[in-house]
């Protein structure tokens, strides 16, 4: 799909091939500098984003997002920019190419010494790409912190603490959790909180064979997305108790998972108050 698109803004020539693969597909893209302008220009004007390159930063009132252009060497200058804009942030992503460059964001500090001296009190969105290791302690503080946060993504993030889903949980006004690679255990545990998450995403967990949900957490959850997560081969435990769930999607999942959970399956009565069963493999079909 995403190369369909692609495909697409070529042909249209909305972005230009300037490096082609040894088989003749696209390898690098880039925008026309007057396009790049354009659409800058009309994102300003919808308030849709900032971008930051160490210049003056752009003054408005209410952003929906801020685009941090940043390198290991500009750590100072992307802190200085965050405290600038601190009171009108809404969405914030960090994203780090560098797969073996670690997330420096504890104690709200986003990668320096010094901390943010006032907390993004309007911060609903966090993005973070790259290693964590574990997450930032100002989780811990999300009263303070992170009083309007609402949605989480975390992508490729290696964390090894156990617990680190209790601390998200913890999280008051959080309806929306993805985790795309982020933990690299074997085991998923939902033990408490998420009081309020809508939509949970499970992304790309290629040793994941086990997903926990004690009783009474997640309660007002609707949508449970799992893909690739081939090694595992139940349900996860505790999903009877998900009264809201209406939809469960699986996608490039264990022929076991798949097994259990379709009509007549072992696991069937797991999963049979669910509205909506989606499995997407080689070919998709309905399992409810």
């Not at 252009?69 to 802190?79: G, L």
């Not at 010094?114 to 966090?126: I, R, V």
């Not at 799992?226 to 505790?238: A, M, N, Q, T, V």
Request: glycine share 6%; aromatic share 10%; with cysteine.
């Amino acid at each position: 799909m995403a190369e369909r698109y692609m495909d697409d803004l070529v042909r249209r020539s909305l972005l230009q091939v300037f490096e082609d693969h040894s088989q003749g597909s696209p390898k690098a893209l880039r925008m026309h500098d007057l396009l790049r302008h354009l659409v800058v220009r009309i994102s300003q004007e919808k308030k849709f984003c900032a971008v930051y390159n160490g210049g003056k930063a752009w003054e408005e009132r209410r952003l929906y997002q801020s685009l941090i252009q940043r390198n290991y060497e500009e750590e100072d200058q992307t802190r200085k920019a965050i405290e600038k804009l601190k009171k009108q942030i809404e969405l914030l992503s960090l994203v780090t190419f560098n797969e073996n460059e670690v997330l420096r964001i504890d104690n709200g500090n986003f990668g320096v010494s010094s901390p943010l001296s006032n907390p993004l009190n309007l911060l609903t969105t966090l993005a973070l790409g790259g290693k964590l290791e574990r997450l930032p302690c100002w989780f811990d503080r999300s009263d303070r912190y992170l009083k309007n946060f609402k949605a989480l993504h975390l992508h490729w993030s290696s964390l090894t603490d156990e617990d680190f889903l209790s601390r998200i949980g913890k999280l008051a006004n959080l309806v929306e959790l993805v985790l795309r690679n982020a933990y690299e255990g074997y085991k998923l545990l939902f033990l408490e909180g998420f009081e309020k998450l809508r939509c949970l995403s499970l992304f790309y967990f290629p040793e994941l064979n086990e997903i926990v949900i004690e009783k009474g957490v997640m309660p007002a959850l609707g949508y449970f997305h799992i893909f690739h997560c081939e090694e595992l081969k139940r349900p996860p435990s505790g999903v009877e108790h998900l009264h809201c769930l209406r939809e469960l999607h699986l996608a490039w999942v264990s022929n076991e998972l798949i097994e259990r959970v379709c009509e007549g399956g072992s696991d069937r009565s797991m999963v049979k108050h669910i509205r909506h069963i989606w499995h997407q493999g080689t070919f998709p079909e309905y399992l409810s």
